[in-house]
């Protein structure tokens, strides 16, 4: 495995599990249950965690490919601006995530404000990542870019 596998192995990660993590947060919402909604936060920070190296992977596997015929700079810089925004969302998703499970330790309930924050933020963060992997697709994917 080089950094080009890991990269792409990984990217897949935070990008379905904000979603399906999202989702899960929604249907705790929704039934009002606590221990759903802790998982939730937790499973958005274990998500943050595992998004740190995606960026670096990206690093080495940018250097790993520099040279190819098929590679376009302009589409790397916008996959990789767009991975420094989905980056910074889902930092700022697993700092609030982060805060309420510390708000809501031992046996305090969690403000509903906050929770409804890390939804709305889940949401954006899940645009986020989605953008930044289509852009990475349409790094060696012609059939999935726009028309010149």
Known sequence: MNWVHLHLALNHIP???TLFVGILLATALVKRNKE?????????????????PI???GDFAYTAVVDSEWLSTDRVASHEQAADQATTGMFLLGLVAALGLFRGRGRRSIPRWLI????????????L?????N????LRHEEIRSPP
């Open 15 to 17: 990008v379905l599990g």
């Open 36 to 52: 759903l909604t802790r998982l939730s936060l937790v499973w958005f920070v274990a998500l943050t965690i595992v998004s740190l």
């Open 55 to 57: 960026k670096f992977t």
């Open 116 to 127: 409804a924050a890390t939804a709305i933020l889940a949401m954006v963060t899940f645009a």
């Open 129 to 133: 990542m989605a953008r930044t992997a």
């Open 135 to 138: 852009l990475g697709g349409q």
